[in-house]
C-alpha cells in the first residue's frame, strides 16, 4: 500500500536522519530492507526492536567485511532502486560498495548519502552532530532568549535539515532515474538542509525587519504576540497572532485595551505588551484559556508534551497518533487521496529478515546454510 509500493530500498544502519529518511519511505509503501551491523553493536542507536524509525522495514545482519557478505549487500542492491548510505565521506568506498561499485551494477540507483557537513569541504572527515551542523548556519543563533541561544532538540538539523531533504532528493532522483534509466548520487549535508530552512530570514533581513540579536524580532520571541505564556496551573499557552485582525481578537478575548492595537507594531511598546500577557494569562488555568478561545481565530493554542499530544481533540478527530504494538507514536504524514497509507507494523528484531529476504535474492538452503557457518548472517 501506498505511493511507494513497489519501490525497495536498502539502508545501511546508521543513527539519527538515516533511520527516520527510511521510516518515511517506509511509510509510503517503500519495501525498506536495513542492513544491520553485524558486530551488533549500533553505538547511539536504539535497539531496532523498540526504535520507532525502524517500523515497516525488514532487517537482515549481514558482515560485509568478509568478501561473501559484500557479494550478498552487492546482490541486494542490484534489485534495489534506492540505498540509504549513512556514514562519513569515503566509507562505502572502503567497503567495498561505493558509488562507483554499486553504479556499475545497477545504473539506475539512486545512491543517498546524508552527512553532517557534507561529502567535501574542510569539515567533510571530521566528527560532529546536529548541534554543530545547525550552529554553522544561523539556525542555533538565532533561537533562544538573549542571553545565549536555546537547544532545539535534534529536529532541525538531523531531521528537518537532514532526513527531508534527503528524502526530497532521493525521491526527486528516482523520478528523473525511471526517465532516464540513470541514476545518480544525493549529497545531503544538514549544513546545507539547515542553511536552506534559514531563507525566510535571510529575505527578512533584506527587508531590514530581522536582526541578529535573539528575543528582538517578529518570530523568535521578541513580539509579544507571537510568544509562549504561562497559566495559573504552572502551564502554557502559545500565542502566534500576527495578522492584525487576528491580534484584535485576542485584545478582546484576553480583555486588554483595544489601544494595543495601535502600538502592536511598535518595538518600543512591546516590553509593556509582554508584561500585560504575562500578567493576564497567569489569571487562568491552561483549560480555561482553551474554553475560553475555542472556536476563535486569535491564534492561540495550548503547549503540550508529548505524552499529552496525542489526547488533543484535534489530533483525535485526525488520527494524527497510531498505537502500534502498545506504543502510541506519530501516525504516516502526509496523507493521500487516493493511495492509502497503511499502519506500519512493529519495528522487526535485528536480522528477523535475513532468511527471506538472502532467499528473495536467490540463495539457496544450502548457500544459506554456507553463510551462517561463516558467521557472515545469523
Not at 525498506?32 to 536504539?46: D, S
Request: hydrophobic content about 40%; proline content about 7%.
Amino acid at each position: 500500500m501506498g505511493p511507494l509500493a513497489g519501490v525497495t530500498i536498502i539502508e545501511m544502519k546508521g543513527i539519527g536522519p538515516g533511520p527516520y529518511a527510511g521510516m518515511l519511505l517506509a511509510d509510503l509503501g517503500a519495501d525498506v530492507i536495513v542492513v544491520e551491523r553485524a558486530t551488533g553493536k549500533p553505538g547511539l542507536a536504539p535497539p531496532t526492536a523498540t526504535d520507532v524509525h525502524s517500523r515497516g522495514k525488514r532487517s537482515i545482519i549481514l558482515d560485509i567485511k568478509q568478501p561473501a557478505g559484500l557479494g550478498a549487500l552487492l546482490r541486494l542492491i542490484d534489485n534495489a532502486e534506492m540505498l540509504i548510505d549513512p556514514y562519513r565521506p569515503g566509507a562505502a568506498e572502503r567497503a567495498g560498495f561505493g558509488p562507483d561499485v554499486c553504479l556499475q551494477r545497477n545504473p539506475g540507483l539512486v545512491f543517498g548519502r546524508i552527512t553532517g557537513w557534507g561529502q567535501d569541504g574542510p569539515l567533510a572527515q571530521t566528527a560532529g552532530h546536529d548541534l554543530n551542523y545547525i550552529a554553522i548556519t544561523g539556525a542555533l543563533a538565532a533561537i533562544g532568549a538573549k542571553e545565549k541561544p536555546a537547544i532545539p532538540l535534534n529536529i532541525i538539523g538531523d531531521y528537518a535539515g537532514g532526513s527531508l531533504f534527503l528524502v526530497i532528493g532521493m525521491l526527486a532522483a528516482l523520478f528523473e532515474s525511471r526517465a532516464s534509466g540513470k541514476g545518480q548520487v544525493i549529497d545531503a549535508a544538514i549544513t546545507d538542509g539547515s542553511a536552506s530552512l534559514m531563507s525566510l530570514f535571510h529575505t527578512l533581513a533584506g527587508m531590514g525587519a530581522w536582526q541578529t540579536e535573539r528575543h528582538a524580532n517578529l518570530l523568535d520571541g521578541g513580539a509579544p504576540f507571537y510568544n509562549v505564556y504561562a497559566t495559573q496551573d504552572k502551564k502554557y499557552i502559545s500565542v502566534a497572532a500576527l495578522e492584525p485582525t487576528f491580534f484584535q481578537q485576542l485584545l478582546d478575548k484576553t480583555g486588554l485595551a483595544s489601544e494595543w492595537l495601535e502600538r502592536r507594531d511598535d518595538p518600543s511598546a512591546w516590553p509593556a505588551l509582554r508584561s500585560e500577557f504575562e500578567r493576564v494569562f497567569r489569571t487562568r488555568s491552561q483549560s480555561e484559556w482553551c474554553a475560553l478561545f475555542a472556536d476563535s481565530d486569535a491564534c492561540v493554542a495550548p503547549v503540550l508534551d508529548y505524552a499529552d499530544a496525542p489526547a488533543h481533540p484535534h489530533n483525535v478527530a485526525r488520527k494524527t497518533y497510531v498505537d502500534i504494538n502498545g506504543l502510541t507514536q506519530p501516525a504516516p504524514a502526509p496523507r493521500f487521496s487516493r493511495n492509502a497509507i497503511a499502519t506500519p507494523h512493529a519495528p522487526h528484531t535485528e536480522g528477523a529478515d535475513t532468511e527471506a529476504v538472502l532467499r528473495e535474492a536467490g540463495y539457496s538452503d544450502a548457500q544459506l546454510a554456507e553463510l551462517r557457518d561463516a558467521g557472515i548472517c545469523n
